[in-house]
Every structure is written in C-alpha cells, then in structure tokens.
C-alpha cells in the first residue's frame, strides 16, 4: 500500500521558512515524479513545485520560484519543500503528490497517481 506522509508545517512569520518533507512507502520511489500542491482555504488545490524522477529537473509555480526549492532524496525515499521568505499567502494546506506516468501536466492533479494527507501551513503577518 503506498503511503505519502507529509510533515514539517506549522505557524511561522512572514519572512521566515519551513523545510516540508513528504515520505513514501509502498513504491518504488526512485521511478515516480513527485510535486508538491498547496490548497489555501477556499481556494482550489495548485501546483507548486515538481522534481523529476533522479532530480534533475525541477518546476516551479511563478509564484514561488527563488523562495521555495524541491528537492529529493531517493535513498530515504523522501521528497523536500524548503521555503524563504514566506508570505501571508503562501498559508494553506501542502500535498505531496506522486505519479508512475510521464506527466504530460506537472500542474494538473488528475497526473498523479497518490497523495499523502497534507500539512498545514500558516503564515502570520
């Protein structure tokens, strides 16, 4: 059964940072694409950041390019978020989500395949 399991969100001011970190178990994790998505209350779920399946290639949302960084450790079978500089409206829920596809839409959550349960994350200004 594979498991997503998101943690490292909390309360921090504007201007700080937070490293998300998302575990996974039950894939090979070393073959999946990974992204992470965020959903601010009553807002839809966006896309934030995605790493390729050794690293390589990363994308960002423009919203958070240069203040967050994906990253991934294929050993621990873990995937990263480091965010700066955080704002009021980088507060919301952070998913990370996992495909076995080729992922023609990095942005679009019909790509991927598991999420894990989010973490909540709060900017206070």
């Known amino acids: 059964q594979v498991q997503l399991v998101e943690s490292g969100g909390g309360l921090v001011q504007a201007g700080g940072s937070l490293r998300l970190s998302c575990a996974a178990s039950g894939l090979t994790f070393s073959t999946y694409f990974m992204s992470w998505f965020r959903q601010a209350p009553g807002k839809e779920r966006e896309f934030v950041a995605a790493i390729s399946w050794s690293g390589i290639s990363t994308y960002y949302a423009d919203s958070v390019k240069v203040r967050f960084t994906i990253s991934r450790d294929n050993t621990k079978n873990t995937v990263y978020l480091q965010m700066f500089s955080l704002q009021p409206e980088d507060t919301a829920v952070y998913y990370c989500?996992?495909?076995?596809?080729?992922?023609?839409?990095?942005?679009?959550?019909?790509?991927?395949?598991?999420w894990g349960q989010g973490t909540p994350v709060t900017v206070s200004s």
């Open positions: 989500a996992a495909s076995s596809r080729v992922v023609a839409d990095k942005t679009a959550l019909r790509e991927y395949n598991h």
